[in-house]
């Protein structure tokens, strides 16, 4: 593509060269006007990658978001025109979420504390875990209760959607693990035991590798993570190696089950007969999170912003195409947060070396997690803040201050746009990734 397929006769110009996140050039470096901004530059990836419809995307010069033209971010930023610019381009969501800015249903049921809640795959429902030994299921649409599921005997620390939506796990202080039929709120058999001490996570195989959904990975204090067959309704490996408490675990898009415990280690696991594949040391103190930058499309399966129900033949295609254009020509990233107060970047599947080291927090990392497009990281730390990291090369960003107590989760809107976190000063934020400033403050939360 010449100078005057861009614009002829614009005047200035400047000599870019556009790359994708993981670095791979969209051609070679060209001329483009210095008043082209990121309406024009759209349009260049747009005819680049021969799309057959309009994409949207937005632009990086440095982690910069590219927001005016580029002449004047030159000027601005005092970078030479002599030099090459390099241009990050990303795509965006095709959809865009609303943000929240309201309270728009307290929804009483639940006699003790909530610990723990999840959408379902399609969004319709919410599962709900709780202090007071029940899960129950509301409609979203309706914002009203479903049902009431009454099974476990303590208290309910987690709970986890099958890909495909068909089924609900939960699991207990006490160590056991209830199915749920989510349709009719009812325990599909007896609960599920074999873990000594409270389960702290459950991670389901992604519908890509198959389909219907059977097999889910739990991990527990009792330092063992534990493959379960639904159908079978019983545990049919068992994963031992770590020395102390498993407190996170996540089955991969490429097949391998990661568990971070507080023996300072992640280990993967292949899950045919439950073998250690390879171990990752880094950290100095307890991991207490995992996260991978596929995981929304792992756990959505084949539900996408169209609201589309595929039949079970074309299910797990549908998933296997958005895994694969989540993933992209890229490895699978990981990222884990740590009591050290550092996070690592990984390439499991390439290394045992961390990629990057990621430090700033002032106090333990709490949480992590991949935004929907795999872009960012966010991490949530005592130390009061959130962070934002680039989720490719670990770079750090930026970091969101308006907390006045330990941050303890962050989640992302399903459009990469906005991030939200929940802190212990009883408030929750909503982030705006464009421009990192506050978008709303959401009180209403006693405690």
């Known amino acids: 593509m010449t100078m005057d397929t861009v614009d002829a006769g614009m005047g200035k110009t400047v000599m870019c060269l556009l790359t994708d996140p993981e670095g791979t050039n969209l051609g070679s470096a060209m001329y483009i006007p210095q008043n082209a901004g990121p309406l024009q530059l759209t349009q260049l990836v747009n005819n680049f990658l021969n799309n057959e419809e309009m994409l949207p995307y937005s632009f990086y010069v440095s982690d910069e978001e590219l927001l005016v033209p580029v002449g004047t971010y030159l000027e601005k930023n005092k970078v030479s025109v002599e030099k090459v ?4 381009y990303q795509q965006q969501a095709v959809f865009r979420i609303r943000p929240v800015n309201r309270c728009s249903q307290t929804i009483a049921g639940h006699e003790e504390a909530v610990l723990c809640v999840s959408f379902s795959p399609d969004g319709k429902q919410l599962a709900s875990g709780s202090g007071d030994t029940t899960v129950r299921l509301w409609d979203l649409y309706t914002e009203t209760p479903l049902f009431t599921c009454k099974g476990h005997k303590n208290w309910v620390l987690t709970v986890a959607w099958s890909p495909d939506g ?9 160590g056991e693990i209830c199915c749920w039929n989510p349709k009719k709120g009812e ?12 389960i ?10 198959s389909s219907p959904c059977r097999r889910f990975v739990t991990s527990s204090k009792d330092g063992d993570a534990r493959i379960w067959d639904i159908t079978l309704k019983k545990s049919i490996i068992c994963l031992s190696g770590h020395t102390l408490a498993v407190t996170c675990v996540k089955w991969g898009g490429d097949g ?18 439950g073998k250690l594949i390879r171990e990752l040391k880094g950290h100095g103190h307890w991991i207490n999170s995992l996260a991978l930058s596929t995981e929304y499309v792992l756990r959505t399966g084949a539900f996408d912003h169209n609201g589309r129900q595929y039949p079970p033949n074309e299910e797990k295609q549908k998933a296997l195409q958005r895994y694969n254009q989540a993933k992209g020509d890229a490895p699978e990233r990981l990222v884990s947060g740590s009591d050290d107060f550092t996070m690592f970047l990984w390439e499991p599947s390439v290394s045992k070396q961390s990629k990057k080291r990621l430090t700033g927090h002032q106090q333990l990392v709490n949480h992590v997690y991949f935004s929907p497009d795999g872009k960012w990281i966010a991490s949530a730390s005592f130390d009061k803040s959130v962070r934002l990291w680039n989720g490719v090369t670990g770079q750090f960003v930026t970091a969101f201050r308006g907390h006045v107590g330990p941050v303890y989760q962050v989640s992302w809107s399903a459009d990469s746009r906005m991030l939200l976190s929940g802190s212990k000063d009883s408030t929750l934020k909503i982030w705006e990734i464009r421009t990192k400033k506050l978008k709303q403050d959401l009180p209403g939360h006693f405690r």
Not at 188 to 195: F, I
């Open 166 to 174: 068909k089924h609900l796990v939960s699991g207990s202080k006490s």
């Open 85 to 88: 610019l390099t241009i990050v």
């Open 200 to 209: 702290t996570g459950i991670s389901w195989e992604p519908v890509h590798l």
């Open 256 to 273: 391998i089950i990661y568990t971070g415990s507080q023996d300072c280690t992640i280990k993967m696991w292949e899950t045919t007969q």
């Open 187 to 198: 325990l599909e058999g007896s609960p599920l035991t074999g873990h000594k001490k409270w």
